[in-house]
């Protein structure tokens, strides 16, 4: 690592700022590591994988002037607003350290009087209340490690908004997600986000101790913004393929140790058709490609653990993998629908 660069956007408007957080990512050099601090207006956005109907009250989120969006990496919803501080981590795969990373997230709310720990798969807490969520991506040579920072969250349009499954909850012991959470003001009543992005700024200088220096303006990732921004808002990815309907229609659900997870899919002549995945998994290619590794497999065991393992080539994936096939090659019912959900094309 040898150049640290900042980028603080004035923007709320979440299509944008995600499309800027990929752009950032294809630009990102060897041996630098891009620090990018956004926030968005009163969105909830939901994970790669997810069902946006399940995960999201939408017609009430809409009605408030609210936004969807679906981020590329993987894991859970979460509602952004005003009060809460995005951070993207952007580096070359040679550079990527998670560990590194969270821990200028540590040092930064530390040093505010925070009593902040890692925990579970992805969170950080403070007397075993979340109050930041990360997710991960990779795509080729470059990563990008992403959360949120609740500084002064609306718990109530929290509560509103998000529609987390029971089995979630029960999993992480709250009969809530607003009693799952905590707002760092809760420790540093003062705090502000720009005294936090100060902090930030300042842990991640300590961190790799190299100087930290803003991003210049640059009118073709502006260009290259707005292109894609478009695509963030287009209805096909927040909404994504509907869900195989009528007879026949088979339904798997199971949460592990890597996250929950819904399969729906219809046999035909012997063979899974109409696959489709929701997950809050965090390995979000893999889970993306899922339905299309099952389309046309035959339903036998041999078949399937082909199938989904053929491209899991780390031991996470071949867990998921594992876990996958046993939930398929469960003793055959069909369920009801509860409720039509999509997920993303393929």
């Known amino acids: 690592m040898n150049q640290l660069l900042y980028l603080k956007t004035t923007c709320t408007d979440p299509y944008r700022n995600l499309a800027l957080e990929k752009v950032l990512m294809d630009q990102v050099q060897p041996g630098q590591c891009i620090l990018y601090l956004w926030q968005n207006a009163n969105t909830v956005v939901i994970g790669r994988n997810q069902c946006a109907q399940a995960e999201c009250r939408i017609e009430a989120l809409e009605a408030a002037g609210g936004h969807l969006a679906r981020r590329l990496s993987g894991g859970g919803?979460?509602?952004?607003?005003?009060g809460n501080l995005n951070f993207t981590f952007l580096v070359r795969r040679a550079d990527y350290n998670v560990t590194r990373q969270t821990d200028v997230i540590l040092q930064a709310v530390r040093a505010l009087g925070v009593p902040a720990v890692r925990t579970g798969r992805n969170d950080l807490a403070a007397d075993g209340q979340k109050f930041s969520g990360h997710a991960y991506y990779r795509s080729g040579d470059t990563c990008y490690h992403h959360g949120t920072l609740m500084v002064k969250v609306s718990m109530d349009k929290l509560g509103l908004y998000l529609n987390p499954s029971p089995d979630k909850l029960r999993t992480k012991g709250v009969a809530s997600v607003r009693s799952r959470v905590v707002n760092l003001t809760h420790y540093c009543p003062d705090l502000t986000i720009d005294r936090l992005c100060d902090q930030l700024l300042e842990a991640f200088s300590r961190q790799y101790r190299l100087p930290v220096q803003p991003m210049p303006e640059d009118?073709?990732?502006?260009?290259?913004?707005?292109?894609?921004?478009?695509?963030f808002a287009d209805p096909s990815w927040l909404?994504?393929?509907?869900?195989p309907t009528g007879d026949g229609v088979w339904r798997r659900q199971e949460r592990f140790g890597w996250g929950g997870v819904t399969l729906h899919y219809t046999l035909k002549d012997g063979a899974l058709h109409q696959v489709t995945l929701h997950s809050d998994g965090l390995e979000a290619d893999y889970l993306a490609g899922v339905p299309a590794l099952l389309e046309g497999c035959p339903g036998t065991p041999q078949a399937i653990h082909q199938a989904l393992n053929s491209t899991a080539d780390t031991p996470v994936l071949r867990q998921v993998a594992q876990d996958l096939a046993g939930l398929i090659l469960l003793p055959a019912s069909e369920e009801k629908e509860a409720s039509p959900c999509d997920t993303i094309s393929q």
């Open 219 to 231: 009118p073709q990732r502006d260009a290259a913004m707005e292109a894609l921004a478009r695509q």
């Open 77 to 82: 919803a979460v509602y952004h607003d005003l």
């Open 239 to 243: 909404y994504g393929r509907v869900l």
